[in-house]
């Protein structure tokens, strides 16, 4: 298991392993580079992708159900008794949009409002999330939970 931290080289330099033999088999959790260069690497299989959203992929794919998920974890924090929610996640992608349905499936269900300034889109690092902790932590009327979509992003309650 190796981790890219978003970084192209290291990335290519994983796929090399596997070129050489050196690994037996690589899952990819995210794809950083173009992606003709992964395909480029398909007689090196086993190459799995893990809840990629790539239409153009030819690898075996594991896919979640986003749109479920998300509204699973959203329906938690309202029975948690969470009624001003936050959301924390990506819109960039087909991933991001079904997280964020999920969502707003649950949110719409139990006829919660959400303010603007409490959607936060496209942050998926620590730092991100730091950033998004910051800008909560300042607003008078704030949320008290923050659904996101990332592992990298703080979940944070009080």
Known sequence: MCQTQQDKEKELSFLKLLQTKLVD????????????TIASYKECD??????????????RVVRLDQVKGSYL????????????????????????????????????????????KWIFRDPYSIEC???????????EDRPTAIFTGSDEICCWNH
Not at 25 to 36: C, P
Not at 46 to 59: D, G, H, K, M, Q
Not at 85 to 95: K, P
């Open 25 to 36: 088999g690589l899952i990819f959790t995210s794809i950083e580079s173009e992606w003709e």
């Open 46 to 59: 086993p190459i799995v992708l893990c809840n990629e959203y790539r239409s153009e992929a030819t690898f």
């Open 129 to 139: 999330g730091k950033r998004v902790l910051r800008e909560i932590r300042a607003m």
């Open 73 to 116: 974890g959203t329906l938690h924090l309202i029975e948690k008794g969470h009624q001003k929610i936050a959301y924390c996640g990506g819109t960039a992608s087909e991933l991001g949009m079904d997280s964020e349905k999920g969502f707003r499936k649950a949110i719409d269900e139990f006829n919660l409002q959400v303010k603007e």
